[in-house]
């Protein structure tokens, strides 16, 4: 019998993303402790991470989470016009997070609802997330973190992370 893990991760494979990993919400608790690390280190970040503290309420917001599902997608290969080259950032540009056109915010959407047909209730905030991303990508094995950078060892040249 083939786990619903297995068919989850199948299914992200099939919809183009490059890597899946999914941890239970216990694996998110050493987040609050980086993120006051983080803070501690440079205290004139500590308005920006202000806003980061929704997610180390986690389990608070969403007490029936059991795990969370974490993808890498490629991210690359478009056309930048010139008239806007090196003004606006890329990411902001081609917000694939948000822009309901996207393959990449279909793909979302397919994995979404079939992970609910298989009986499994999800939560995401497509543009803000819900759990400290590179924090369970890490603990979730898809990349690893060395002080302000992280890395997703992979050959495609960037990757983009998302999570349910």
Request: glycine share 10%; proline share 4%.
């Given at each position: ?86 003004h606006i950032a890329k990411k902001y540009l081609l917000d694939t997070r948000i822009d309901e ?64």
């Amino acid at each position: 019998m083939v786990s619903i893990a297995h068919k989850i991760k199948q299914k992200a494979l099939e919809l183009g993303y490059e890597k899946c990993g999914i941890i239970s919400v216990e694996k998110l608790g050493g987040y609050k402790e980086k993120l006051e690390e983080r803070i501690q280190k440079i205290p004139e970040s500590g308005g920006f991470y202000q806003g980061q503290q929704r997610l180390v309420k986690f389990q608070e917001e969403f007490p029936w989470a059991k795990s969370v599902v974490v993808l890498a997608v490629p991210y690359c290969g478009y056309y930048i016009p010139k008239v806007v080259r090196g003004h606006i950032a890329k990411k902001y540009l081609l917000d694939t997070r948000i822009d309901e056109n996207t393959k990449e915010y279909q793909n979302s959407t397919a994995l979404e609802k079939y992970m609910n047909e298989l009986g499994v209730r999800t939560a995401t905030n497509r543009k803000f997330g819900v759990v400290g991303l590179r924090w369970a990508a890490m603990q979730a094995g898809l990349g690893l973190s060395v002080g302000t950078i992280f890395s997703i060892p992979n050959p495609a040249p960037m990757l983009i992370l998302k999570h349910f």
